[in-house]
């Protein structure tokens, strides 16, 4: 069968394969165009395959909301380059991606490829989307924050999608939690920009505050400050280590007089009602993966070596 240029353009259109391979897919399944997909995505996801294993360190964190605000997912997807990340498609797949988690029950990335989008597994969504855009593509993590009855959360990306939080509140009323919301949304701002450690006092653990303790002391000793009061001066330490590591008593960033607990109080009162945060996650993008000094010219090289 003569394959034509329309059959080629409706291939490409389909499949989103370059021309000619769209052309050689067709030939040889003798024109049959479900034939001819089917070639091209062995082809591509054996192209995915020796891509799957290079190192992917850009990307993008990406947040997805539900509508009544009390469920938010916050996921981390990367690609091999900066260059990829910024391109639509990867922007299109990322939100795809996470609106998929939000809604799926998935609570690994082990899990979340077994679901099914689109009518295939994930994970051979996501090889097809490999071949499609050309770099490796990964779910490297994601959280999902249900905060329930009388819930509300919030996020804030930053930056292009290089710094991502997500922070939830519980209130005593629905009523309360939309009017907190704008609120929340600031405090959100707040973490991405000062990254607390934990939530408030009693989320540090007490081997924390031993390890602060020693430091403390052995700055003292450097300092010739004499043992007898080193009880009176530790206190005054550990309360300054909590004021700089909790989100609740950090100065808030955009008024450092009240700190991020007592902003989110005064939001609440002013509506009748209380808030108080009881979650949050802040994802950087690319945070302890070893990225890969690449030797660019080398690269090519062997590229046309192949």
């Known amino acids: 069968m003569a394959v034509t240029a329309a059959m080629v353009k409706e291939l490409r ?17 003798n024109g ?29 964190i990406s947040i997805e909301i539900s509508e009544d605000s009390r469920k938010g997912t916050i996921a981390e997807i990367n690609s091999e380059t900066d260059f990829v990340a910024q391109n639509d498609n990867f922007k299109a797949l990322v939100k795809k991606a996470t609106r998929h988690i939000h809604c799926s029950t998935a609570t690994t990335v082990e899990d979340l490829l077994e679901t099914e989008i689109d009518g295939t597994r994930f994970e051979e969504f996501l090889k097809g989307e490999i071949a499609k855009i050309g770099e490796n593509i990964v779910t490297r993590r994601f959280v999902t924050v249900n905060a329930g009855e009388n819930g509300v959360v919030e996020g804030y990306i930053h930056g292009n999608g290089k710094v991502g939080v997500l922070v939830a509140a519980k209130c005593d009323s629905d009523k309360t939690c939309e009017a907190v919301r704008p609120t929340l949304k600031n405090i959100a701002m707040h973490i991405a920009a000062m990254n607390p450690a934990y939530l408030d006092e009693e989320a540090v653990p007490a081997e924390v505050i031993e390890k602060e303790k020693e430091i403390a002391i ?16 530790l206190p005054g330490k550990i309360k300054r280590f909590l ?39 802040r994802f950087e993008l690319g945070e302890g993966i070893e990225k890969k000094e690449e030797d660019f010219a080398a690269e090519v090289a062997a590229q046309m070596g192949k």
């Open 32 to 60: 049959d165009m479900d034939a001819a997909v089917e070639w091209l995505r062995k082809k591509g996801l054996s192209s995915a395959a020796k891509k799957a294993g290079r190192i992917a360190s850009e990307g993008a």
């Open 218 to 233: 052995e700055q003292l000793k450097k300092e010739g400050k004499p043992e007898n009061i080193w009880d009176k001066i």
């Open 13 to 29: 259109q389909m499949t989103n394969a370059g021309m000619m391979d769209c052309k050689k897919a067709l030939t040889e399944t």
């Open 243 to 281: 004021k700089d590591n909790t989100l609740v008593n950090q100065p808030f960033v955009m008024d450092d007089k009240k700190t991020v607990g007592e902003v989110l109080n005064a939001a609440a009162k002013e509506a009748g009602g209380t808030a108080k945060i009881v979650e949050f996650i």
